[in-house]
């Protein structure tokens, strides 16, 4: 493939790298102007223009996002659900998604019908939101894990996953006495590492995204995530919270523009940290997943 | 007989006891978070008291549907403005991770690739909260750099996000925006493994480029972009909740108030519980049928359905 190009060839790699070029700048420099407005001081954050980098660079807008105490409980509460979340949704997922893997349990195939069902019908929100608030959970912040514990697509491929263990393996341990709750995390578990690396990832991200159920189930200040904070002051553009998010803000220093960059870039940043990992695992896993979902 | 294959059965379900208590916990959830919402699907047959609760609320038969299709205001605009968003997302979203995949493949250096590939993945990761916040700012018709662009060619300001005339251009092309690269991926599985000696046996028959992409290329990828447009065609009625939820406001709900924005709106908000339930339940059902009906067809075009 390596070989001499033509002058027709030569051509075109330079017009698609060009074209190319192009498109990643233009879908690459919003994150770059919310980055360089967030770091700057008001005076040049609200010049018209492009902004690709700080022209008197200050960690000021930053500074007053985080004396805000809603920023304080949209960071703890999106922790929580991010890091519990995950955790809860590998342990319950990993513990089913065994027993449906192994070909000799009896029922396997009518409970894996069940489950696949869901993903095609659900009562949809009015009836999943009255479900909810009669369970109790209504304003609670397990409202947040309980309800999207499971998840069914990453359900069947962990199981898809588990299916390729080969009995053989199981069947050693077995006859040296270990029971199958043993085996699951002594022998299957450290063999799946990828795929729940992968998993885990896929929960991590969905979690630190979350916020219609936050939208819809809290009420209570101290129980927001981040992205609901983000939304009020960015989507919503709630005066009330930016009047809070601004108290006491010395307007020389920082301005809802450069505090609304700052309180965008702190909910992405997790994000982009991860995204190395991310990238790796979540493109592996969607091949994974297509070549049988 | 029965007794010995009683006995069977049970000596079965005993040797796989802690298998079936792994199990357990998933199942409830099922149960409840999964199955529970079934139950108050009821209510949309009937008229929802809150004092007396789901099962105690009056029948009023097929009450609400009659109403969605005869004398609702809105019912079918909402449904025309979600058939129509979503067809213009298959129509100009679908074919664009496809022109992007090929063009990524026929670039001979890997490095500038692999940036390009990681550039166009991100917005992916990120909420539709986050990029509408970014998205407010880019577009904004006073301050926004879009709009800055636009007058600096002599152009009049668009208020992309409050004008009805080009909301929905604006959801189609924020869309692409953040799952163009995402798309990509897997296009470009499917051409690493189209066999080079396809390629090599053209260029000895004197085929050029184009010639290459129109007759081994397109033709190899075609498996996949059928599966996926008509898994696609099966979600019709999703027209992007979380971008739409995110981004509209009343200035144009005229044509971009969707079935699940309007559910979220007259359900949640003005609690209108027994005909937003209706309304959920009439998506859901023509969902399923649709994929059942987009798993039989591609079970008749000699592909491997999904059930």
């Known amino acids: ?293 | 007989m029965v007794a010995r294959r009683f006995y069977k059965r049970w000596s079965d379900y005993k040797r796989n006891k802690y298998l079936y208590a792994l199990l357990l916990p998933i199942l409830v959830w099922y149960g409840i978070f999964a199955y529970g919402p079934l139950y108050g699907i009821q209510l949309a047959f009937k008229d929802f008291q809150i004092m007396q609760g789901i099962a105690g609320s009056p029948w009023v038969g097929l009450k609400h549907f009659h109403y969605l299709f005869t004398a609702s205001p809105d019912f079918l605009q909402i449904l025309g403005n979600t058939i129509t968003i979503s067809f213009y997302h298959i129509v100009f979203g679908f074919p664009a991770p496809i022109v992007l995949a090929l063009l990524l493949n026929e670039i001979r250096h890997n490095g500038f690739k692999r940036v390009t590939q990681t550039i166009s993945y991100l917005p992916h990761f990120l909420s539709w909260v986050i990029l509408a916040g970014i998205l407010t700012v880019m577009l904004s018709p006073s301050t926004g750099i879009v709009n800055e662009g636009l007058r600096l060619l002599g152009l009049d300001p668009i208020f992309f996000l409050g004008d009805p005339d080009y909301f929905r251009f604006t959801l189609v092309v924020s869309n692409i925006w953040k799952e163009i690269g995402w798309g990509t991926i897997i296009y470009l599985a499917a051409l690493s493994a189209i066999d080079p000696h396809l390629y090599e046996a053209a260029v000895m028959d004197g085929a050029n480029k184009w010639r290459q992409v129109l007759h081994i290329t397109l033709p190899q990828l075609m498996p996949a972009i059928t599966i996926l447009l008509i898994l696609r065609m099966g979600n019709v009625l999703d027209a992007g909740f979380d971008q739409i939820l995110n981004l509209y406001n009343p200035s144009v709900y005229s044509v971009a108030d969707t079935i699940d924005t309007y559910v979220y709106r007259a359900g949640l908000l003005q609690m209108q519980f027994s005909l937003t339930t209706a309304v959920g339940l009439f998506k859901n059902v023509v969902a399923l049928l649709l994929v059942l009906f987009t798993n039989f067809i591609v079970k008749k075009a000699g592909q491997e359905g999904l059930l």
């Open chain 1, 1 to 293: 493939m390596h070989s001499i190009m033509t002058r027709g060839e030569r051509l075109f790699q330079i017009a698609a790298i060009g074209f190319l070029t192009v498109l990643s700048a233009v879908m690459l420099y919003p994150f770059v102007h919310m980055i360089a407005v967030s770091l700057d001081t008001p005076v040049h954050a609200i010049r018209p223009g492009l902004h690709l980098y700080p022209l008197e660079p200050t960690l000021e807008a930053y500074r007053q996002a985080f004396r805000y105490d809603g920023i304080y409980y949209g960071f703890t509460n999106t922790i929580f659900r991010t890091v519990v979340g995950t955790l809860l949704a590998l342990c319950i997922m990993t513990m089913g998604a065994y027993p449906l893997s192994r070909k000799y349990l009896p029922h396997r195939y009518p409970l894996m019908m069940v489950i696949v069902f869901t993903m095609f019908f659900s009562g949809g929100l009015i009836p999943s939101y009255l479900l909810v608030k009669s369970l109790g959970l209504y304003d609670s912040v397990w409202v947040y894990i309980i309800p999207s514990l499971v998840n069914t697509f990453s359900f069947i491929i962990l199981r898809n996953f588990f299916i390729t263990i080969p009995v053989e393996l199981e069947e050693s341990a077995k006859l040296d006495g270990a029971n199958d709750i043993r085996i699951l995390y002594s022998l299957v578990v450290p063999l799946s590492k990828p795929i729940l690396a992968t998993v885990a990832l896929w929960t991590a991200v969905y979690h630190w995204n979350a916020w219609f159920d936050g939208l819809i189930y809290i009420q209570d200040q101290k129980k927001i995530v981040l992205q609901i904070l983000l939304r009020r002051l960015v989507v919503e553009n709630l005066d009330q919270e930016l009047q809070m998010a601004m108290q006491q803000a010395n307007t020389q220093y920082v301005v809802p523009e450069t505090m609304k960059a700052a309180v965008l870039m702190i909910s992405t940043l997790p994000i982009l940290i991860v995204y190395p990992f991310l990238q790796k695992y979540f493109v592996k896993g969607i091949i994974v997943g297509s070549l049988k979902g």
